[in-house]
């Protein structure tokens, strides 16, 4: 069974008195100063790690690693863990691991979004070359008709059209 809370818990802050207030504000900033003490030592922790694994990919592989970059085609320079890392992935890839696959696409940036992210600025290149084009063939005249935003808009250029007096004016032959 719970048990039933005094009504001493209930006081609010303002209805004790300056001694409890005191003693109450001390163990919160104790508690405070824990959890920012923890929260120091977890981010160095993670800093240190970081830097663990930075350093440890970074370095020239050896043995067998060194020699299977140098299959792989790559110079000395270049024969770090890393390379050894991404490579055996490859391989597991084509093998057929669909978790290769994905974590090796993810890392070069050959995600969905970024597939149509690139998609929308071809677009975009492609329409800007179409205005640039028209406006050539037409000497600059005409009309770009876009609804404001870049997004998803639907652009229309439309030739400039002769005034009827100038068709007027103009012998047909």
Not at 80 to 99: A, D, E, M, Q, T
Not at 123 to 135: C, D, H, P, T, V
Not at 145 to 160: A, F, K, M, Q, R
Request: proline share 1%; charged share 40%.
């Amino acid at each position: 069974m719970a048990k039933k809370k005094s009504s001493e818990n209930k006081k609010t802050f303002a209805d004790r008195t300056k001694e409890e207030r005191k003693e109450i504000s001390q163990k919160g900033n104790k508690k405070s100063q824990e959890v920012k003490k923890k929260k120091k030592e977890y981010l160095e922790q993670n800093i240190a790690i970081e830097d663990f694994v930075d350093g440890l990919l970074k370095k020239t592989a050896v043995g067998s690693d060194k020699e299977f970059l140098k299959e792989m085609g790559y110079e000395d320079g270049q024969c770090i863990n890393l390379n050894v890392l991404l490579n055996r992935l490859y391989k597991l890839g084509n093998r057929g691991s669909l978790k290769a696959m994905e974590l090796l696409l993810t890392l070069g940036g050959y995600t969905g979004e970024e597939k149509r992210r690139n998609a929308e600025e071809d677009r975009k290149n492609l329409e800007s070359k179409a205005r640039i084009k028209m406006m050539e063939i037409n000497g600059g005249k005409g009309m770009d008709l876009t609804s404001g935003d870049d997004e998803g808009s639907v652009v229309i250029y439309l030739p400039e059209i002769e005034s009827e007096e100038e068709a007027e004016a103009e012998p047909s032959k």
